[in-house]
């Protein structure tokens, strides 16, 4: 039988594992799950969804190196195109994870 005490620990365990990790943002988590199904886990939008729907291949350097940090919030926030508006989704703490996320994806590599 658990005592009074013990319950309460593994009670307060419970809650505690259970609390969203809101304290930490992970721009490639939030990737991985808002984004890649059209852009691609590594941003060449090398998707179905990215190939019908025009998405942006986002690990071009060209393409890095002439969109600024404020267009890319802008996309993210009213989502040009077919691509949806993340501005009520995400936080504006997420959006600055993904971009600085979406940077990291630059490949010298053509296409
Ligand atoms: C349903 C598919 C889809 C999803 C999901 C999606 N996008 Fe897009 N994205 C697109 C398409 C399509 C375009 C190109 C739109 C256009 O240029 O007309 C695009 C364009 C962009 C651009 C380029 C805008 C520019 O000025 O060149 C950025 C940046 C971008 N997406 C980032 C993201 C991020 C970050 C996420 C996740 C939060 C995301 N996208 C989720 C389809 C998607």
Not at 24 to 37: E, N
Not at 72 to 86: D, K, N, R, S
């Amino acid at each position: 039988m658990l005592s009074k005490a013990l319950q309460g620990g593994v009670l307060t365990a419970l809650l505690l594992a259970s609390l969203p990790a809101s304290a930490q943002v992970d721009g490639q988590q939030l990737f991985q799950q808002h984004c890649s199904k059209c852009h691609g886990a590594n941003g060449n939008a090398h998707t179905l969804r990215g190939w019908l729907l025009f998405a942006q291949n986002l690990s071009k350097p060209k393409w890095q190196a002439n969109t600024t940090d404020d267009e890319i919030l802008h996309a993210i926030q009213q989502g040009p195109g077919a691509m949806p508006a993340y501005a009520e989704k995400l936080s504006s703490e997420e959006q600055q994870a993904l971009l600085k996320h979406l940077r990291s994806l630059a490949k010298p590599t053509p296409e």
